[in-house]
């Protein structure tokens, strides 16, 4: 799986959108972008994820460059309960090796 | 209530011991996952299982065994707890392999 890389916090105004960039310039044709946040003490959830074109669902939004080497997550409206770390991963969603392969992630904190 | 559970939320053992945590899920899922996560590590994957009676190691295999003899359960053995396996310990399981994975609530594990 390609690596990816993240800053490692964020703020955001509440009310505000929150865009999370994430770098994956080693992706390969094959490989998805998959998004997932932590809130404290709890399990990661599952966000959003994409091949190419850009996604949307009722959680956020995940805009993937033309190159594919990087994306960003937005969350449109932020709020407190957003707070959290949220972790960009790349993976072929079929094969051998069915792994999530998680990083140190973007530790979103959104200021009331 | 449907779900993935894991047991026990917390534990404490002794160095030298033999530690299992469970893990449960009701939906049928083929792929199960077991990580941990230590502070500026995020979380590293175990071991996983592609379905009953197929596993295989992850980034940090060592010290732990698993198995899967039923779809449903996949617990995780630590046969000579040390302290560095203090950790908080996730299992997840997914559907198909390009479906998203689900976590449960995490075991609080410290070894003494």
């Known amino acids: 799986d390609a690596k990816t890389t993240q800053p490692p916090s964020m703020d955001c105004a509440e009310g505000r959108a929150a865009n999370l960039p994430c770098n994956h310039s080693?992706?390969?044709?094959?490989?998805?972008v998959y998004w997932y946040r932590q809130i404290h003490s709890q399990g990661p959830q599952y966000i959003i994820h994409?091949?190419?074109n850009n996604e949307t669902n009722e959680m956020a939004s995940l805009i993937i460059t033309e190159d594919r080497k990087s994306s960003t997550l937005i969350l449109p409206h932020a709020t407190l309960r957003d707070t959290a770390v949220y972790y960009c991963?790349?993976?072929?969603?079929?094969?051998?090796?069915?792994?999530?392969?998680f990083g140190t992630g973007t530790r979103l904190t959104i200021i009331p | 209530d449907a779900g993935i559970t894991q047991s026990p939320r917390y534990k404490i053992t002794e160095t030298g011991r033999q530690v299992t945590l469970m893990c449960h899920q009701t939906w049928s899922h083929s792929y199960m996952f077991w990580y941990r996560q230590d502070l500026g590590h995020g979380l590293r994957l175990i071991y996983y299982?592609?379905?009953?009676?197929?596993?295989d190691k992850g980034e940090v295999p060592d010290g732990y065994v698993v198995s899967r003899s039923k779809t449903e359960n996949f617990p995780l053995t630590l046969e000579s707890a040390t302290r560095s396996q203090t950790s908080v310990y996730f299992c997840?399981?997914?559907?198909?392999?390009?479906?998203?994975?689900?976590f449960g609530q995490g075991t609080r594990l410290t070894v003494v």
């Open positions: 994409g091949l190419k």
């Open positions: 299982s592609a379905a009953a009676d197929i596993t």
């Open positions: 997840a399981s997914r559907k198909q392999a390009n479906t998203e994975a689900f």
């Open positions: 991963i790349v993976r072929v969603p079929s094969g051998g090796n069915e792994k999530l392969t």
């Open positions: 080693t992706i390969s044709g094959n490989e998805y």
